[in-house]
């Protein structure tokens, strides 16, 4: 019913930039909370950032003034400028969004991930 396409991930040098988008598509009535996740190898999937549908944002101890999240609710678009990268950033990453479906319930839903990878 939903899908989150992501995009804008790859190889970078340390010191370097990405900007990630996500785009929602489907039976969407509303899309409230949107988020951005990411996923190391060996590790648990935490949280990088987020924001509300108002434009509220919160963000990970570990990338606070580094990474800025951002949206465009016509487009149902959710960005993550990522900016100062480091090796310990490199990750899965993946959008998550919180959306009523037209005629249905309020559902959690997930991209497939894009990969960033930091190094030299």
């Known amino acids: 019913q939903v899908q989150l396409v992501e995009s804008g991930g790859g190889l970078v040098q340390p010191g370097g930039s990405l900007r990630l988008s996500c785009a929602a598509s489907?039976?969407?009535?509303?899309?409230?909370?949107m988020a951005w996740y990411r996923q190391a190898p060996g590790k648990v999937r935490e949280l990088v950032a987020g924001?509300?549908?108002?434009?509220?944002?919160n963000y990970a101890d570990s990338v606070k003034g580094r990474f800025t999240i951002s949206r465009v609710n016509a487009k149902n678009t959710v960005y993550l400028q990522m900016d100062s990268l480091k090796p310990e950033d490199t990750a899965a990453y993946y959008c998550?969004?919180?959306?009523?479906?037209?005629?249905?319930?309020?559902?959690?839903?997930w991209g497939q991930g894009t990969q960033v990878t930091v190094s030299s």
């Open positions: 998550n969004a919180e959306v009523r479906v037209i005629g249905g319930p309020v559902d959690d839903y």
């Open positions: 489907g039976s969407i009535f509303s899309i409230y909370a």
């Open positions: 924001i509300t549908s108002g434009g509220r944002t």
